[in-house]
Each structure stands twice: as C-alpha cells, then as structure tokens.
C-alpha cells in the first residue's frame, strides 16, 4: 500500500488483470499521476523457473540394462540433481520489482507401458540394494504380470513425469507469494521375461 492511500491521499484502487496468467490483483494510483504499467509478480515467478531449466526425472531404474521378470517387484527410483528434482533457486526482477521461486519435483507418475494404471510416488523412490532381496519397494514400486516380448522391439516404453511446485515471494514491498505447478517427462524402456521353469 503506498504512502498517499495510507494518509488518505486523492487516488483510486483498480483492478488489474493479467492475460497472461489469468491472475487478478489491485493496485493504488494516486489522482493525477498515469496509470503505469503494472508489473505482475507471477509472470516474473515463470521467468525465474524457465531460467532454472527444469527438465524431466533422471530415471536411475528401470533402465535399459537391467534384467526384470514377470511377477518380481520392480523397484523405480529417480537420482536427485537440482534440474531434475530440486530444491531449485532462481530470481527475475523488472520495473523495480524482484521476485525470488523455489521449484521442487512434488511427485512423479510412472507410466510402466505393460497398460496397467500409473503408479505415482510421492518422492525419488528407494535404490534397490542386492541385500533387499525379493522384497517390494517401500515407497515406489511396480509388478509386471505380463512378459515385454510382444511390445515393439521387445521392450516396455514407459514415461516417468514429475510435477515441479514452484513457491515464489516479492523481496521487498509490496509482499506477495504465490505456487504454481509445471510438468516435465522422461522416457524409458526395459525389457521384461518370463522365467523358464524346467523339471
């Protein structure tokens, strides 16, 4: 709120609408002085975010080279970087006004290609460790019923999309925050067999 609507100062409050964004807010313009161009704090949030360059996860399992069976728990797991999952810092600043967004991958939906319902996991999933065994994921994990052979080149081709929130604040006056969620995807394939019992 500026100084002239505090004290009681001749002007108006307007409303201001974005296209861009669709966002409304309000603004103070004391009498007689032009109607400036009104700088909204969540085009330069995006701004920020694009220059953070976020892209999908970078998917650690499963993998091209891995060797996976019909019924044996799959285990997904993402590793963690500031462009693929985050925490992400960046800043824009235009006509006096700087804002600061903070991004970070809030889940991920797997699409596993066998046309079974996604599986979405809440955070990066838990590396599989030889000593684990045949146990299920506790946190992101997947069971193929069916073998990959009839699938094209004999593979699965899933996708992993991950949903980045990103929080954003002005620095300074006028105080202002907002979130907004964007969405970025990787692909993978993995081929999956059927053991071969044999008596």
């Given at each position: ?40 704090p ?13 892209v ?14 019909v ?47 996604p ?26 019923d ?34 907004f ?9 993995v ?9």
């Amino acid at each position: 709120m500026q100084d002239g609507k505090r004290q009681g100062g001749k002007g108006a409050v307007y409303q201001v609408l974005c296209p861009e964004t669709g966002r409304v807010g309000t603004v103070w313009i004391p009498a007689g002085q032009p109607a400036a161009p009104q700088i909204d704090p969540e085009v330069l949030a995006r701004r920020a975010a694009d220059s953070m360059k976020l892209v999908g996860p970078k998917i650690a399992n499963p993998r091209a080279a891995g060797k996976y069976v019909v019924g044996m728990p799959t285990w997904m797991w993402v590793d963690e970087s500031p462009t693929t999952f985050g925490p992400n810092t960046a800043t824009a600043t235009a006509g006096g006004v700087t804002v600061t967004a903070t991004a970070k991958v809030s889940s991920i939906r797997w699409n596993m290609g066998d046309d079974t319902a996604p599986e979405t996991c809440d955070g990066p999933g838990t590396k599989y460790q030889a000593s684990m065994g045949k146990t299920k994921s506790p946190d992101c994990g997947h069971v193929y019923d069916q073998a990959s052979t009839t699938s094209k080149g004999g593979k699965f081709h899933g996708s992993a999309t991950a949903t980045w929130t990103i929080d954003w604040q002005v620095t300074g006056a006028p105080a202002q925050a907002g979130q907004f969620t964007e969405v970025r995807a990787s692909q993978f394939s993995v081929a999956v067999h059927e053991v071969q019992v044999v008596n």
